[in-house]
T-cell receptor
């Protein structure tokens, strides 16, 4: 059973471009979470999605950031008009529909560098 | 809002030593607390998960404790090895299905 997959692993963008980060959850997992790790800071929650629904986006910046988890295909975190401050590692995690303990399984992350 | 603090930020020990990493949190209404390991440029590896009703969990040379009333957790590593060198992250899950992470302790075990 493959783990959580994220691609690309590294992404370089110039200011003003768009960044698309993809996350494929573990097989059978229908819950996806996105976290951001800024340099020298801890991971911060951004958004929690289930298939076709955003459950909690309280950690998402109000502008330029959006996330989706369609019925088919990976979850996408989209950053429009990137700025240097968006440079960070973005981690995706997934969990199954029902479980005890509420743990999350993390992917290897996408490291975004904005020039 | 939950705040998670880890002390020390960095720790360097000679191989073979036992060590303790500390984690504190401000909101004791947690669902669980989890310790992760993060290697440079890599993702997170779950080490130990402690449910709110539990006091400790053990896996091999690792032992994690939880004291909800004082808002503290510790990760004990016995007989440290160079391969233990990594950043250790503590995270609490409160209601809402999101983890609150500390900034981590960077551990270096010197051969």
């Amino acid at each position: 059973n493959a783990g959580v997959m994220q691609n690309p692993r590294h992404l370089v963008r110039r200011r003003g471009q768009e960044a698309r980060l993809r996350c494929s959850p573990m097989k059978g997992h229908s819950h996806v979470y996105w976290y951001r790790q800024l340099p020298e800071e801890g991971l911060k929650f951004m958004v929690y999605l289930q298939k076709e629904n955003i459950i909690d986006e309280s950690g998402m910046p109000k502008e330029r950031f959006s996330a989706e988890f369609p019925k088919e295909g990976p979850s996408i975190l989209r950053i429009q008009q990137v700025v240097r401050g968006d440079s960070a590692a973005y981690f995706c995690a997934s969990s199954p529909p029902t479980q005890s303990g509420w743990t999350q399984y993390f992917g290897p992350g996408t490291r975004l560098l904005v020039l | 809002k939950q705040e998670v603090t880890q002390i020390p930020a960095a720790l360097s020990v000679p191989e073979g030593e036992n060590l303790v990493l500390n984690c504190s949190f401000t909101d004791s209404a947690i669902y669980n607390l989890q310790w992760f390991r993060q290697d440079p440029g890599k993702g997170l590896t779950s080490l130990l998960l402690i449910q709110s009703s539990q006091r400790e969990q053990t896996s091999g040379r690792l032992n994690a404790s939880l004291d909800k009333s004082s808002g503290r957790s510790t990760l004990y590593i016995a007989a440290s090895q160079p391969g233990d060198s990594a950043t250790y992250l503590c995270a609490s899950m409160n209601t809402g299905n999101q983890f609150y992470f500390g900034t981590g302790t960077s551990l270096t075990v010197i051969p």
